[in-house]
């Protein structure tokens, strides 16, 4: 005999839960990240019509590369693919499309923060310990004005989420699980490896201002390769649990905060 439960023993999800379900859904995560989309398009707009700046994130040309070399063109090719794989994603997820809440947008920015800080806080580390290596970002080395930074913040914490976490690592558990039948915890830890070393030597290819090109270079920039790969795993464990939001959310708000440290304590080493 089957025991079927009456709608009285059948609870509703409590607030909490229901705020983690739809913080996490792939349409709140889309209209979260919008404005740093927003920002980050239309800074690199106002920078290419005012100033003699000429920036762009990396995994934006990455993705809008990629996308060339199937055929694809087009202003805001890397937005708008984007823009459909958010789309295609909530469809097949099958959660009903709901706009968020103001409030649940206010807890995921607050959140956001908090899972910054352990990321800020270990980069404050490896600088204290290693401080007779200068481990300076481009920002500090390039001049770069605090507006420009502001924009490149916003679109790496888009769009290197969207192409390491969300696109890689999807892919390589997507084929460890159904290509390899590989199965349990260990599917996502070695995804999340892999994604963050590539996210991590992305950032030292050449023509990049922290480029290695011979063994020196990559003794200097060893301990910030090694930073950059535990960030990178940090990010993905955020985008497992939290998802796409959050996670683009923590990137673009430690960068901020970096930021900001290099704004009121000029000459202050960044990672």
């Not at 089957?2 to 709140?28: A, H």
């Not at 958010?86 to 099958?94: D, E, N, P, T």
């Not at 969207?162 to 997507?174: A, C, D, E, K, Y």
């Amino acid at each position: 005999m089957v025991d079927v439960p009456i709608m009285e023993d059948i609870k509703p999800p409590g607030k909490y839960q229901g705020y983690l379900e739809q913080s996490s859904s792939p349409l709140t995560c889309f209209f979260f990240a919008l404005p740093l989309f927003l920002v980050y398009h239309g800074g690199l707009w106002w920078m290419n019509s005012f100033t003699d700046l000429r920036w762009a994130n990396a995994a934006d040309i990455a993705i809008a590369e990629g996308l060339n070399r199937l055929g694809m063109a087009g202003p805001l090719l890397s937005f708008l693919f984007v823009v459909m794989t958010f789309l295609v994603i909530h469809a097949l997820s099958g959660k009903p499309w709901v706009r968020p809440g103001a409030l649940t947008l206010f807890l995921m920015i607050f959140e956001s923060f908090v899972f910054a800080l352990p990321v800020f806080m270990l980069s404050r580390l490896v600088l204290h310990v290693l401080d007779s290596v200068r481990l300076s970002a481009a920002v500090a080395d390039g001049g770069i004005s605090w507006q420009a930074n502001l924009i490149l913040s916003c679109g790496a914490g888009v769009y290197e989420e969207f192409l390491f976490r969300l696109v890689l690592m999807g892919l390589i558990i997507l084929f460890l699980a159904r290509a390899l039948w590989f199965k349990g915890r260990w599917v996502y830890v070695f995804a999340a490896l892999v994604q963050a070393l590539v996210f991590s030597a992305s950032h030292h290819l050449p023509g990049s201002p922290e480029a290695i090109m011979g063994f020196a270079d990559f003794h200097a920039y060893l301990p910030v390769f090694v930073f950059r790969t535990v960030a990178g795993l940090y990010f993905a464990f955020v985008y497992l649990e939290r998802g796409f939001g959050i996670a683009a959310g923590s990137h673009a708000a430690y960068d901020l905060l970096v930021m900001g440290l290099d704004l009121f304590l000029p000459g202050a080493e960044v990672l």
